[in-house]
Structure formats: structure tokens, C-alpha cells
């Protein structure tokens, strides 16, 4: 029986990085410090340059990032944060998680991000019965960027920081400069299956202001900037010295794993040529890294079934828009557009194989299983 290919597989990516991050392990658990230590000072200095970003400050989760971010500026009860309901659920989690209300806004269809027109929409003229828009939480979703020339343009306009959530977007780029470097500040995730994974849990935020930063990095330590002694009200969320030592490790190999999803991607791109079914569409000006291969079809179902026939496997990025989830439905407000977009994007999109082990031979089947699906119709 032919093995399946996984949609996802981060055991590859210990496996094919073993022998450093064994060593990083083993560094970090014989200097006797395993939170707020050296591995963690070293990680944030290293991913900071990488992106070319002023401070980089470590934290337990995406999540986490997010919603430091927004305690940092000040954003809690009484404001509105404006971001999309085609996302993972962590970003909305993240703004209630702060005391704030998440604000849905529809997406573009080719792209799977934010409408800039319904930002700016919102922002001008804010729906009634809502508490100041104060933040806007835009993703850059399945490793492209957002249109971010009007969505900073309507910000700047209207006094609303714009916060990027990056947590599948590593290393992407708009018009040339890193995701993560164009807003008031970034979030990332190192979950295990990002471009950059942790073995475990992870995150960071980055931002160029310094006294931001600052603050932050007391709030995540129970808001001391002396021992035992709260200057602010804080949380616990700390990066510990195990995953940081492990992204250090993996910081380095980050570059050649975006260049070989590229790849990947373009070689599925290839085998689609001419087919029912188009390539994911690219955002002029910018570059992908293909943290998702993410198809459209009326007919996913029929699809799925048969690339599971040949051993293909797929995942499906996301299933429910938040508005929809049981938890958010008819309690968190939409913007004016309804997410009817995203309603209709949640029932077509479809995820293919995509991380860097992936073989040459698997690649092939994967591209074969397409050709197929275009030769039967």
C-alpha cells in the first residue's frame, strides 16, 4: 500500500535538523537557566536583525503576542479592534483575551486577506453602538501579505495602530521589506508547523518602538521591572530557554525552507496549468512563502476524495469563520459587508502538501494526483 503524504509533518523538520537542534538542547539544559536566560536575550537580538526590526521581545504563544501587543498600547475594555473572521481563531481570541471587541471584516476572495475598502469603510465611518476602533489586526494569511498600502494609509488617517499578525508569514515580503516590520507592531508564532516552529509552543512580538517594547517586556513577567515588584499589572508569558534555543537553531535554516516551498509551489503550479482548478493567486509587489498551497473548488469534497485515493493528504484552512464558530456566532459584530466572502471561501478552500522535506518524489505524486484530477475533469 502506497504511504500517504501528510499535509503536514513536523517531525521532518526536527529530523532533518537534528544533529543542531540536539545540541541547542542539550546547551540549554546544561547552563542551568531555563526562563528569561540567554537563549531567550539571543534569540530576540537574532530574530530582531533577521527581520531588520528594532526589539524583538520573546513570549509563550502567537496568542500571546497578539494580546501583548494590544496591552502594551493601552487597548483593552472600552476600545474595538478591527480584524477578519477567515483567520485562526487565536487572532479574535487574542483581542477578547485583552477586555476588547473584535470588530469582523470580510476578505478579498483571490487572496484570502482583509478588504481594505471595508477597513477603510469602518474606520471612517465607525458602525454604531461600538466602542472606539482603536487597533486594526490585519494577517497575513497562509504565508502573502495583506494589500497594505491602503489599510496603513487608512490607519495613519484615522490615529488606528495597525498590528500585523504574522504567525504564517516568516520571512514574506511587501515591496521589498520583511512582514512584521510595517506597522506598530508585529506578532509571530513558532507553533510546531510554521515556517519557523518551535518544538512546542512559542511566540514573539517585534516592534521599532523601544519604549513599546519595553513595557511589553514587563507585562509578560507580571509587569516587574524589579523583582517581585509589579510597576504594572502583568501576565505570565514567557518564552522558556528550551524553545528559544531551538529557533535559534532553526533561525538559519529559515531562508532555504522558504525557498524550497517556493519550489514546491511551483511545481504544483505547473501540474494545475491549464486545469479546472487555478493556483493560489500572488499579491503583486511581494513575496510568498507558501506557509499554506491553498486551492479553491466548488467541488471540494470530490476532490479531497480523490487525492486521498492516491495517497495525497489535504487540510482545510479553515473549515468554520469565526463568526460562524458556536462560540462567536451572533455575538461578535461584523462589518458592513457581512463576511459573505469568507462564508464562501470556508466552503472551497482546500490545503496541499507543503513543508520543505517534502521529497522530490513525493512533490511528483502530488503533482501527478493534480494532473490527474485535470485529465479526468
Keep these: 500500500m502506497t504511504e500517504t503524504i501528510p499535509q503536514a509533518d513536523p517531525g521532518a523538520g526536527y529530523r532533518a535538523q537534528k544533529a543542531e537542534i540536539d545540541a541547542a538542547v542539550a546547551r540549554a539544559l546544561a547552563s542551568g537557566w531555563y526562563i528569561l536566560g540567554r537563549e531567550g536575550e539571543a534569540f530576540e537580538r537574532e530574530f530582531a536583525a533577521w527581520l531588520g526590526q528594532g526589539r524583538a521581545v520573546g513570549c509563550a504563544s502567537?496568542?500571546?503576542?497578539?494580546?501583548?501587543?494590544?496591552?502594551?498600547?493601552?487597548?483593552?475594555?472600552?476600545?474595538?479592534?478591527?480584524?477578519?473572521?477567515?483567520?485562526?481563531?487565536?487572532?479574535?481570541?487574542?483581542?477578547?483575551?485583552?477586555?476588547?471587541?473584535?470588530?469582523?471584516?470580510?476578505?478579498?476572495?483571490?487572496?484570502?486577506?482583509?478588504?481594505?475598502?471595508?477597513?477603510?469603510?469602518?474606520?471612517?465611518?465607525?458602525?454604531?453602538?461600538?466602542?472606539?476602533?482603536?487597533?486594526?489586526?490585519?494577517?497575513?494569511?497562509?504565508?502573502?501579505?495583506?494589500?497594505?498600502?491602503?489599510?496603513?494609509?487608512?490607519?495613519?488617517?484615522?490615529?488606528?495602530?495597525?498590528?500585523?499578525?504574522?504567525?504564517?508569514?516568516?520571512?514574506?515580503?511587501?515591496?521589498?521589506?520583511?512582514?512584521?516590520?510595517?506597522?506598530?507592531?508585529?506578532?509571530?508564532?513558532?507553533?510546531?508547523?510554521?515556517?519557523?516552529?518551535?518544538?512546542?509552543?512559542?511566540?514573539?512580538?517585534?516592534?521599532?518602538?523601544?519604549?513599546?517594547?519595553?513595557?511589553?517586556?514587563?507585562?509578560?513577567?507580571?509587569?516587574?521591572?524589579?523583582?517581585?515588584?509589579?510597576?504594572?499589572?502583568g501576565v505570565n508569558s514567557r518564552l522558556d530557554e528550551l524553545q528559544a534555543a531551538i529557533l535559534r537553531a532553526r533561525l538559519p535554516h529559515l531562508e532555504a525552507g522558504n525557498a524550497r516551498r517556493r519550489a514546491i509551489a511551483a511545481a504544483y503550479d505547473a501540474a494545475l496549468a491549464d486545469g479546472p482548478i487555478a493556483p493560489p493567486a500572488r499579491r503583486e509587489g511581494c513575496e510568498h512563502v507558501f506557509h499554506q498551497y491553498v486551492l479553491r473548488t466548488p467541488e471540494r469534497a470530490r476532490v479531497q476524495a480523490r487525492l486521498r485515493e492516491r495517497g495525497i493528504g489535504t487540510g482545510i484552512h479553515y473549515p468554520v469563520p469565526v463568526h460562524l464558530q458556536p462560540a462567536y456566532k451572533d455575538r461578535v459584530p461584523l462589518g458592513p459587508a457581512g463576511c459573505a466572502e469568507t462564508a464562501r471561501a470556508a466552503q472551497e478552500v482546500l490545503s496541499l502538501p507543503m513543508f520543505p522535506e517534502l521529497t522530490d518524489a513525493q512533490v511528483e505524486r502530488v503533482c501527478a494526483a493534480l494532473r490527474a484530477l485535470a485529465a479526468r475533469g
Excluded at 86 to 97: K, L, Q
Excluded at 123 to 149: K, M, N, S, T
Excluded at 172 to 186: F, K, N, Q
Excluded at 220 to 232: F, L, N, T
Design 62 to 233: 502567537g496568542t500571546d503576542a497578539l494580546a501583548l501587543i494590544l496591552r502594551g498600547l493601552g487597548i483593552g475594555e472600552g476600545s474595538t479592534v478591527a480584524t477578519v473572521s477567515h483567520t485562526a481563531v487565536a487572532t479574535v481570541a487574542a483581542i477578547e483575551m485583552v477586555g476588547a471587541t473584535p470588530l469582523l471584516l470580510d476578505i478579498e476572495p483571490d487572496h484570502y486577506t482583509m478588504d481594505p475598502d471595508e477597513l477603510a469603510a469602518v474606520l471612517e465611518d465607525p458602525p454604531p453602538g461600538l466602542p472606539p476602533i482603536r487597533a486594526a489586526i490585519v494577517v497575513h494569511l497562509y504565508g502573502q501579505a495583506c494589500d497594505l498600502g491602503p489599510m496603513r494609509a487608512a490607519c495613519e488617517r484615522n490615529g488606528v495602530a495597525l498590528i500585523e499578525d504574522c504567525a504564517q508569514a516568516h520571512g514574506a515580503t511587501w515591496r521589498g521589506r520583511r512582514l512584521g516590520t510595517l506597522g506598530r507592531a508585529a506578532g509571530f508564532s513558532f507553533y510546531p508547523t510554521k515556517n519557523l516552529g518551535a518544538l512546542g509552543d512559542g511566540g514573539a512580538l517585534v516592534t521599532e518602538d523601544w519604549e513599546l517594547a519595553e513595557r511589553i517586556a514587563a507585562i509578560r513577567q507580571y509587569g516587574w521591572k524589579e523583582r517581585y515588584v509589579s510597576a504594572m499589572v
